[in-house]
């Protein structure tokens, strides 16, 4: 258990370390990403994308399952 709060731990500082996540856009009021976290939130879409597309080819049952869902829905 120790571990576990050990990482969590970590996962909280880390997401909350100002330092790393500075932003000097909201400095001059100017909100938004800086560049780099626009990268990597758009290399993060890719990867969600990729990982999704992956997973429904592996499972075709699930096609069914959309199309009838988004048929009762619309």
């Known amino acids: 258990m120790a571990e ?8 909280i500082s880390n ?4 330092e ?3 932003n000097p ?14 990268r990597l ?3 993060k879409k890719v990867e969600y994308r990729v990982n999704n597309e992956t997973y429904l080819r592996k499972h075709p049952e699930l096609q ?3 199309s009838v869902f ?5």
Not at 15 to 18: D, L, P, R, S, V
Not at 70 to 74: A, C, G, H, I, S
């Open 20 to 22: 790393k996540h500075y």
């Open 41 to 43: 939130l758009d290399q």
């Open 4 to 11: 576990k709060d050990h990482i969590y731990n970590y996962q």
């Open 64 to 66: 069914n399952m959309v």
């Open 25 to 38: 856009h909201d400095v001059t009021g100017v909100k938004g990403l800086t560049a780099a976290q626009v």
């Open 70 to 74: 988004l048929f009762k829905v619309l």
């Open 15 to 18: 997401m909350y370390n100002k």
